[in-house]
């Protein structure tokens, strides 16, 4: 086979209009995030990078990202001090004095409490509710967190020591809101009057698919430090309007990017085009109840696992970062991405103790090097699994017939079209065939929430430095399991008999014969609980392998994060794990 590098450009739309007024220096700065409109900018509710940095605006946490000596580094925000007990089970956080909220009421450590019980509730169901599952009590609904409104202080009671609990401290989800404002439907965080924060900004604007406006906020306790007056979150998945308005001095700050530009923008504008660190993997996930079956032959529901992987193998992932996103990405070698930490390794990938699953993705077959090592492993896989085929391996114009269409989703963001383009000829030119639907991000979220998507891309950013993170989105009661193992069919329609039940069917594990509780829920658990590091590693990797086994997700690239700002904008934080904080910046 010839290398598939054809790139398909989209049509060019026209360049909306945003009605703002030109950036008053050192005043107001206007920015793109990518992805539309969020699908909530509620802390507890929102499960997406962009929404998180848009969150970070208005609210905060009793810790926090800030420039400590001259570096960007985790530090008391809503908390002035904190002790930790001598087990690592009992943190006590002391209030800052005198903090407010964003509409000037005060702000005790009840209410934070109060947000803490809402985030976590089954009521409430949030995506990223199981995140307070390492604070004694979360089983029972009953977490064990004391607030003393008087002494100012919040004391908290964890099941096992968690080495990340002062990040999660720092992470959206655990930012306090007006309990008494919201709503279960996250309403309220699209109202100026009702999105009340603690943090350095409030909001002033709220306008679907055109921005969300914010301007400093006076009762934050740090406000002397905050120089910027305004900030416009302009919303658009457009990468051309978002690319024009950038060149138009309209916004400041734009990370979604065709990679067609690079070059251009190298040239034109040196130094503004950076590929900032990243701690995230770039995937395809595939919805488990899809049957994946050749035509006449039933697979069973492990077989199809074996399928799945197969189709994520044919993707030669070195030619996709050379010659379609080239902006410093690396092939993945599996779901975790390179630095990524498991309380042992510094770097997961670089062990001995963990698997890569695509060694051969760019060296040419002996067989025929028109394809690659692992394009002949999948190919072989096809081909025992009994899917009918024309031509051969050794000829070069292999061609599977019977291979069931995929319906393939994803969001026109970034390098998203030009990625999933590449996968679509990579498996046309083995006969797989697929058909892509784009869709606005909230939709595609809230579509894969309900189990109504049969392949999506996919990316996750570590929202703190450990394998759990990667790990916990694929729980049993995550609302991030978009690939649907361990859940029921949600919303989906196409199932086979075969399939309907293989979210909660013993189809899982190493073996094939667990529950997804107890092949890879329990490995989560146990990692949350160990106080081993070399046991800890071990069970990372575990979970690993359990996950890569079921072919529900085909890991593609090790991120990196394109991004243009303007040479005049500066002491922005940008960390690896996402997060973007404004509340330093300068206008020069």
Known sequence: MKKVIAILLAALLALPLFSFAAMAEGEEISMFWGGGTPLSIDPALNSASAGSNIIRLAHVGLMAFRYVDGEAR???????????SEDGTTYVFTLREGLKWSDGTDFTASQLKASWDRASSADLGADYGFMYD??????????????????????????????????????PTFYPVRVDLADNGGIWATNPETYVGLGAFKMTKYAVDDVIAYEKNPYYWDADSV???????????????????????????????????????????????????????????????????PAGKQLTVQEQSKARFAIGQLINRQELCTYVTKDGRVPATGFYPATLGDGLNADVRASETYTNWYEGTDTPSDINPDYTVDQVTAAQMLIDLGYAYSGSIEGGDLKFTDFPSIEFSFNNSGANALIIQYVQETWNSFGIPATINTEAWATLQQNLKEGNAEAARMGWIADFNDCV??????????????????????????????????????????????????????????????????????????????????????????YTRPFMLKPNVKNLIMMPTGDVIWSFVTIE
């Open 74 to 84: 985790l530090a008391p925000e809503l908390a002035e001090s904190y002790t930790v």
């Open 134 to 171: 390492v604070i004694e009590g979360y089983a029972d609904g009953n977490l064990n967190v004391v607030a003393d409104d008087a002494a100012r202080t919040i004391t908290v009671k964890l099941n096992s020591p968690t080495p990340y609990f002062l990040e999660l401290a720092a992470f």
């Open 227 to 293: 120089s910027i007056g305004k900030v416009n979150c302009l919303l658009s998945e457009d990468n051309v309007a978002i690319l024009a308005a950038y060149e138009n001095g309209v916004a400041s700050f734009i990370d979604s990017l065709d990679p067609t530009e690079f070059d251009r923008l190298n040239a034109t504008y040196p130094g503004e085009l950076n590929f900032g660190a990243m701690l995230g993997t770039y995937y395809i996930l595939f919805n488990v109840h899809k049957d994946y079956s």
């Open 469 to 558: 993170n990667f790990l916990e989105i694929v729980i049993s009661n995550s609302g991030n399991n978009y690939p649907r193992v361990g859940k029921d069919l949600g919303t989906y329609t196409k199932a086979s008999e075969v399939t309907k039940d293989a979210g909660l069917g013993a189809y899982w594990g190493l073996n094939g014969d667990q529950t997804w509780a107890d092949a890879f829920d329990a490995i989560v658990a146990k990692i949350k609980s160990t106080t081993d590091p070399e046991e800890r590693a071990q069970l990372c990797a575990e979970g690993e392998r359990v996950l890569m086994a079921t072919g529900g997700v085909a890991p593609l690239q090790f």
